[in-house]
Protein backbone atom coordinates (compact mmCIF):
# COMPACT_ATOMS: atom_id res chain seq x y z
CA UNK A 1 0.00 0.00 0.00
CA UNK A 2 1.12 3.34 -1.07
CA UNK A 3 1.26 6.09 1.72
CA UNK A 4 -1.85 7.80 2.24
CA UNK A 5 -2.23 11.73 0.96
CA UNK A 6 -1.61 13.64 4.16
CA UNK A 7 -1.21 17.44 4.50
CA UNK A 8 2.42 18.08 5.71
CA UNK A 9 1.37 19.79 8.47
CA UNK A 10 -0.56 17.33 9.94
CA UNK A 11 1.05 16.49 13.75
CA UNK A 12 0.95 13.14 15.38
CA UNK A 13 -0.91 12.87 19.03
CA UNK A 14 0.04 10.59 20.74
CA UNK A 15 -3.09 9.81 23.47
CA UNK A 16 -2.60 8.46 27.21
CA UNK A 17 0.83 6.29 26.55
CA UNK A 18 1.42 6.54 29.99
CA UNK A 19 3.70 3.83 32.10
CA UNK A 20 0.42 2.59 33.60
CA UNK A 21 -0.43 1.70 30.42
CA UNK A 22 2.62 -0.48 30.24
CA UNK A 23 4.13 -1.59 33.40
CA UNK A 24 1.13 -3.93 34.54
CA UNK A 25 1.88 -2.38 38.23
CA UNK A 26 -1.51 -1.45 39.04
CA UNK A 27 -3.33 -3.18 35.85
CA UNK A 28 -2.64 -5.39 33.07
CA UNK A 29 -0.70 -3.57 30.18
CA UNK A 30 -2.74 -2.78 27.21
CA UNK A 31 -3.28 -5.10 24.53
CA UNK A 32 -0.04 -5.90 22.56
CA UNK A 33 1.92 -3.20 24.92
CA UNK A 34 5.67 -3.62 22.74
CA UNK A 35 4.10 -3.80 19.43
CA UNK A 36 2.46 -0.67 20.21
CA UNK A 37 5.33 1.14 22.15
CA UNK A 38 7.24 0.38 18.84
CA UNK A 39 5.44 1.30 16.72
CA UNK A 40 4.74 4.64 17.90
CA UNK A 41 8.28 5.04 18.38
CA UNK A 42 8.57 4.28 14.62
CA UNK A 43 5.62 6.63 14.36
CA UNK A 44 7.45 9.61 16.28
CA UNK A 45 10.29 9.33 14.17
CA UNK A 46 8.56 9.62 11.13
CA UNK A 47 6.86 12.61 12.02
CA UNK A 48 10.10 14.13 12.95
CA UNK A 49 11.47 13.03 9.93
CA UNK A 50 8.90 14.33 7.73
CA UNK A 51 8.80 18.09 10.09
CA UNK A 52 5.51 17.43 11.52
CA UNK A 53 5.03 18.01 15.32
CA UNK A 54 4.26 15.29 18.09
CA UNK A 55 2.58 16.16 20.97
CA UNK A 56 1.66 13.94 23.98
CA UNK A 57 -1.37 13.92 25.35
CA UNK A 58 -2.05 12.72 29.30
CA UNK A 59 -4.69 11.88 31.34
CA UNK A 60 -4.58 13.03 35.19
CA UNK A 61 -6.88 10.66 37.22
CA UNK A 62 -8.35 11.52 40.15
CA UNK A 63 -6.32 10.88 43.65
CA UNK A 64 -5.75 7.63 44.23
CA UNK A 65 -5.96 6.51 40.78
CA UNK A 66 -3.12 4.98 38.64
CA UNK A 67 -2.71 8.05 36.27
CA UNK A 68 -3.24 10.58 39.03
CA UNK A 69 -0.59 13.31 38.67
CA UNK A 70 2.29 12.23 40.69
CA UNK A 71 1.70 8.40 41.43
CA UNK A 72 3.99 6.03 39.30
CA UNK A 73 1.96 5.67 36.32
CA UNK A 74 1.05 9.10 35.63
CA UNK A 75 4.42 9.57 33.40
CA UNK A 76 4.55 9.42 29.50
CA UNK A 77 6.00 6.21 28.79
CA UNK A 78 9.75 6.70 28.86
CA UNK A 79 10.30 4.03 26.01
CA UNK A 80 8.28 5.85 23.53
CA UNK A 81 11.11 8.74 23.75
CA UNK A 82 9.35 11.90 23.85
CA UNK A 83 11.71 14.74 23.07
CA UNK A 84 12.54 17.39 25.05
CA UNK A 85 10.69 19.84 22.71
CA UNK A 86 7.51 18.06 22.68
CA UNK A 87 4.47 19.54 24.26
CA UNK A 88 2.26 16.96 27.01
CA UNK A 89 -1.13 18.80 27.35
CA UNK A 90 -3.08 17.24 30.26
CA UNK A 91 -6.75 16.19 30.27
CA UNK A 92 -9.04 14.64 33.19
CA UNK A 93 -11.66 13.89 30.75
CA UNK A 94 -11.82 11.71 27.31
CA UNK A 95 -11.31 14.19 24.70
CA UNK A 96 -7.86 15.22 24.53
CA UNK A 97 -9.32 18.33 22.99
CA UNK A 98 -11.08 19.36 26.34
CA UNK A 99 -7.94 21.19 26.99
CA UNK A 100 -8.10 23.95 24.94
CA UNK A 101 -4.36 24.36 24.37
CA UNK A 102 -4.28 21.32 22.48
CA UNK A 103 -6.36 22.88 19.98
CA UNK A 104 -4.33 25.56 20.20
CA UNK A 105 -1.79 23.99 19.62
CA UNK A 106 -2.91 22.07 16.52
CA UNK A 107 -4.47 25.46 15.19
CA UNK A 108 -0.14 27.03 15.74
CA UNK A 109 0.71 24.15 13.04
CA UNK A 110 -1.73 25.20 10.80
CA UNK A 111 -3.07 21.97 10.64
CA UNK A 112 -6.50 20.83 9.34
CA UNK A 113 -6.34 17.29 10.45
CA UNK A 114 -4.28 15.33 12.75
CA UNK A 115 -2.94 11.85 13.10
CA UNK A 116 -3.82 9.96 16.53
CA UNK A 117 -2.62 7.13 18.17
CA UNK A 118 -2.82 6.10 21.44
CA UNK A 119 -4.94 4.38 24.47
CA UNK A 120 -7.06 3.36 25.35
CA UNK A 121 -9.32 2.44 21.92
CA UNK A 122 -12.66 2.52 23.43
CA UNK A 123 -12.36 5.54 25.87
CA UNK A 124 -9.76 8.40 24.94
CA UNK A 125 -9.42 7.44 21.91
CA UNK A 126 -12.82 7.71 20.65
CA UNK A 127 -13.66 10.73 23.00
CA UNK A 128 -10.79 12.14 20.82
CA UNK A 129 -11.58 11.61 17.29
CA UNK A 130 -15.08 12.88 18.66
CA UNK A 131 -13.26 16.37 19.88
CA UNK A 132 -11.24 16.28 16.72
CA UNK A 133 -14.14 16.20 14.35
CA UNK A 134 -16.15 18.61 16.47
CA UNK A 135 -13.26 21.13 16.49
CA UNK A 136 -13.46 21.29 12.22
CA UNK A 137 -10.51 18.73 11.88
CA UNK A 138 -9.89 15.38 9.61
CA UNK A 139 -9.29 13.06 11.87
CA UNK A 140 -6.23 10.13 10.83
CA UNK A 141 -6.01 7.74 13.16
CA UNK A 142 -3.41 4.53 13.00
CA UNK A 143 -5.16 1.39 13.21
CA UNK A 144 -2.30 -0.81 14.58
CA UNK A 145 -1.06 2.01 16.84
CA UNK A 146 -3.79 1.92 19.72
CA UNK A 147 -5.00 -0.43 22.10
CA UNK A 148 -6.99 -0.95 24.80
CA UNK A 149 -7.61 -3.73 28.24
CA UNK A 150 -10.47 -6.67 27.61
CA UNK A 151 -13.60 -6.29 29.03
CA UNK A 152 -16.03 -8.82 30.55
CA UNK A 153 -17.82 -9.20 27.21
CA UNK A 154 -14.71 -8.92 24.15
CA UNK A 155 -11.19 -9.31 24.06
CA UNK A 156 -9.01 -6.04 23.28
CA UNK A 157 -8.40 -7.38 20.26
CA UNK A 158 -12.08 -7.37 19.58
CA UNK A 159 -12.56 -4.12 20.69
CA UNK A 160 -10.01 -2.40 18.89
CA UNK A 161 -11.10 -3.63 15.19
CA UNK A 162 -15.11 -2.79 17.03
CA UNK A 163 -13.43 0.55 16.69
CA UNK A 164 -11.39 0.70 13.41
CA UNK A 165 -14.69 0.08 11.99
CA UNK A 166 -16.47 2.42 13.83
CA UNK A 167 -14.12 5.06 13.30
CA UNK A 168 -13.95 4.21 9.10
CA UNK A 169 -18.01 4.29 9.20
CA UNK A 170 -17.21 8.32 11.10
CA UNK A 171 -15.49 9.39 8.39
CA UNK A 172 -11.85 8.42 10.20
CA UNK A 173 -8.86 8.02 7.74
CA UNK A 174 -7.36 4.49 8.72
CA UNK A 175 -3.62 3.94 7.96
CA UNK A 176 -1.21 1.69 9.32
CA UNK A 177 1.96 2.04 10.36
CA UNK A 178 3.57 0.57 7.54
CA UNK A 179 1.26 2.13 5.16
CA UNK A 180 1.91 5.99 6.29
CA UNK A 181 5.77 5.57 7.49
CA UNK A 182 6.96 2.80 4.74
CA UNK A 183 8.99 0.91 7.78
Given at each position: MSQPALAATAPLIVIDLQTGMFDGVAEPPIHDAAGIAARVRVLTEWARRTGRKVAFVRHDGPAGDPLAPGEPGWSVWPALGQAKDEPTFAK?????????????WVAGQ???????????????????????????????????????????????AEIIARHNADFSSAGVTLVTTKSLTGV
Open positions: SVGDAFSNAALGEGAGEVVLVGAQSDFCVAATVKGAFAAGLGVIVVSDAHSTLDSPSETA
